[in-house]
């Protein structure tokens, strides 16, 4: 499931609001399916500026431990309280429930693909 509303990374995060001043991202169901079980989720802190194509945060899970790269620059608004006490929310929903930064845009995204070429990057449908 790729959902056509959202932007998508090389590094498999979604961003959600790509043409606002305010943005959330989390990681894709390709990126969730791949890890397995998610045990751990390390974010950044609110005030915390994040610069594109950065790693921010890390997902560990059952299989091993995976960098989250920032999609955006900017400051981090609010994280996913939730993700702390139930990381597998990711898993269950990672384009919903499982969300994990919004960040307010110090500048235009830039990389993002639409759906379509986040298919063609994960041969999914």
């Known amino acids: 499931m ?3 509303e959202l932007s998508y990374t090389k590094d498999h995060e979604w961003v ?3 043409e606002g001043e305010s943005v ?3 990681i894709t169901d390709y990126a969730q399916d791949a890890l397995g079980d998610i045990v751990y989720v390390s974010l950044p802190k609110v005030g915390d500026t994040i610069v594109a194509h950065e790693p921010c945060g890390e997902v560990e899970s059952t299989k091993s431990v995976s960098e989250i790269y920032a999609p955006v620059s900017g ?4 994280v996913n ?3 702390g006490q139930a990381p597998e929310t990711i898993n269950a929903d990672p384009y919903g ?3 994990l930064v919004e960040v307010s845009l110090t ?3 830039e990389g993002l693909m ?3 070429a986040y298919r063609g990057l994960t041969g999914g449908e």
């Not at 400051?75 to 609010?78: C, D, E, G, W």
Request: aromatic share 8%.
């Open 2 to 4: 790729i959902p056509e």
């Open 16 to 18: 959600r609001g790509s």
């Open 24 to 26: 959330t991202f989390g």
């Open 75 to 78: 400051q981090v608004t609010a």
């Open 81 to 83: 309280d939730v993700l």
């Open 97 to 99: 429930d499982g969300w």
């Open 107 to 109: 500048s235009p995204p």
């Open 114 to 116: 639409d759906a379509a």
